[in-house]
């Protein structure tokens, strides 16, 4: 009762303060339409809720809702450029975790010189308009806190994701191998020590990769328009808030700064009821339905026979009706799918058994009560909406922040992990069959309750700490930790004072020793003589 009486208290707080509209400019320079469309679930909500909202992305809206400004960075030649050489395969290496790592550093300075290089964007900073805050994307550039900079509006920072490793010492969140995630690789909180020792080596090559090449590109980028922008990795450390979609109940407790705050979820609409032939499969699945999407990232076309074969298999066996989505440029007519056999074509062409769509209204279907399980590639978006409607899921990462996601996914009890290394008929089976258990199932419903169990709603949340940042511009919020020096943050200083005490009591004690020892010599010879 108490507890419901604060959560109604804080939604009249909440809805007082916006009653006074703030200016606010959004700054998304990413290229990928996977991030964006989470962003402009809270940006229109935003302008629903009567602020003024002016975005700067790759994505302007058709039919604009009200008080919701475009400036668009669209290039038709270089988006699709970039999408083609960021595409993921269905193995997991070394040399791809090497290649993300140069995809990032590359795309964000390609993104930072359409950002700067925009006539409408010089226009806005040339007029030095007013913004009470500017909510900016965090990933894979800072380009964009520059333009913040010009404009003396606070940052909001915003990400679709869990951290990368070079925000843990901008916002002064702890980051120790031995427990903490690392979104790359593989191993969750509780990693080997192989595991460990790769993290170790990962975390020096990306944090290399950003700070002394992606930002000092981004600089010289910078620096070619205006010659007045500090440093870019200062300006992040004045970063106002940092709102992260992710949730506790997934990724586990960590040590976050009060300026670090969670609201995975947010982006997660009402879902529609089914219509057409889509509600009638799924209605009519006398077993249930399994969804498969593997998102945007992952291409099905450079997915190898094999294991294209064992999805297939599975589908076979299993009881269940499977709804599969596909990407756009999976065709029968490409590799490996026109490699495939009578029976497996037989299976795909089987309205009784598969529905293949190359889009799909994920929120509706995993909604549905007969969608059982969803097989996913543990992108966070999918796997938030996977959590909102209770639905366990068999993870299957391949690139980016997939790893600790899936980790997460099975360390919390929302799912188990398919490693695609390790994909076969067999082994997916196995997995299906784990999590469509009436006892794992019952579990992820009383986890996702725990998930919607807030004071306030993501969205309420992201929207109040957005106008709290803009009534409260003047005040610094970030962590001391966040300006400590590496050596003095992991004590070495201390370390060291202690070290010379020892050394020196101990050289102290040796030395009296020898001394000693040299003085009763002494007698003992004198002796001899007599």
């Not at 509006?153 to 951290?163: D, K, N, R, S």
Request: proline share 6%; with cysteine; hydrophobic share 40%.
């Amino acid at each position: 009762m108490h507890f419901n009486l604060l959560a109604f208290i804080l939604w009249l707080l909440a809805l007082a303060y916006t009653a006074n509209p703030i200016k606010i400019l959004g700054i998304f320079p990413y290229d990928r339409k996977s991030h964006f469309i989470v962003f402009k679930v809270l940006l229109q909500e935003l302008a629903r809720r009567g602020h003024d909202v002016t975005i700067i992305s790759h994505f302007p809206e058709e039919n604009p809702p009200k008080n919701y400004h475009d400036i668009s960075l669209f290039i038709p030649k270089e988006s699709k450029s970039r999408r083609r050489r960021s595409a993921s395969t269905l193995e997991r290496s070394y040399l791809n975790v090497i290649k993300g790592g140069i995809y990032l550093t590359r795309g964000g300075n390609e993104n930072c010189k359409v950002l700067v290089a925009n006539e409408e964007v010089q226009g806005l900073i040339n007029r030095t308009e007013y913004y009470d805050v500017a909510l900016i994307e965090q990933f894979n550039s800072d380009c964009a806190l520059g333009l913040a900079y010009k404009l003396s509006a606070p940052v909001v920072g915003v990400t679709t994701h869990v951290l990368m490793p070079w925000h843990y010492k901008r916002f002064g969140v702890p980051y120790n191998p031995s427990y903490t995630s690392f979104r790359f690789l593989e191993g969750g909180t509780k990693p080997t020590l192989y595991q460990r020792v790769e993290r170790a080596v990962f975390d020096v090559y990306f944090k290399l990769l950003y700070y002394y090449i992606a930002q000092r590109a981004d600089e010289r980028t910078l620096a070619e328009y205006y010659d007045d922008i500090p440093p870019l990795e200062n300006l992040a450390r004045d970063i106002k808030f940092l709102l992260l979609d992710q949730h506790f109940v997934l990724t586990g407790s960590s040590l976050y700064p009060p300026n670090v705050i969670e609201i995975g979820g947010f982006h997660v609409p009402k879902p529609n009821r089914l219509s057409g032939d889509l509600k009638n499969f799924v209605e009519e699945a006398e077993h249930g339905v399994i969804y498969i999407s593997f998102g945007t990232t992952v291409r099905l076309s450079l997915m190898t026979l094999q294991k294209l074969e064992a999805i297939l298999d599975a589908i076979e066996i299993l009881p269940q009706r499977f709804i599969w989505r596909w990407s756009k440029e999976a065709s029968l007519t490409m590799e490996p799918f026109n490699q495939l056999g009578p029976k497996h074509l037989a299976l795909l062409a089987d309205k009784n058994k598969t529905y293949i769509r190359n889009w799909l209204p994920q929120v509706d279907i995993l909604s549905h009560p007969k969608v059982l399980a969803f097989f996913s590639h543990a992108g966070m978006g999918g796997t938030t909406e996977a959590i909102h409607f209770g639905v366990p899921v068999v993870a299957m990462p391949i690139a980016g922040d997939q790893p600790a996601n899936a980790a997460a996914i099975e360390e919390s009890g929302f799912g188990v992990q398919q490693p695609v290394n390790e994909l076969t008929k067999e082994t997916l089976i196995s997995n299906f069959r784990k999590v469509l258990e009436p006892e794992f199932r019952e579990k992820v419903k009383l986890r996702s309750k725990a998930w919607h169990d807030r004071p306030l709603s993501p969205m309420d949340a992201a929207v109040y700490w957005i106008e709290y940042a803009a009534r409260n511009r003047n005040f610094t919020l970030r962590t001391p930790a966040a300006d400590v020096p590496l050596y003095q943050y992991i004590n070495l200083d201390i370390a060291l004072v202690v070290a010379a005490f020892v050394t020196g009591v101990t050289l102290l004690i040796i030395a009296l020793r020898l001394s000693i020892k040299s003085m009763t010599k002494k007698p003992l010879s004198d002796k001899k003589r007599m």
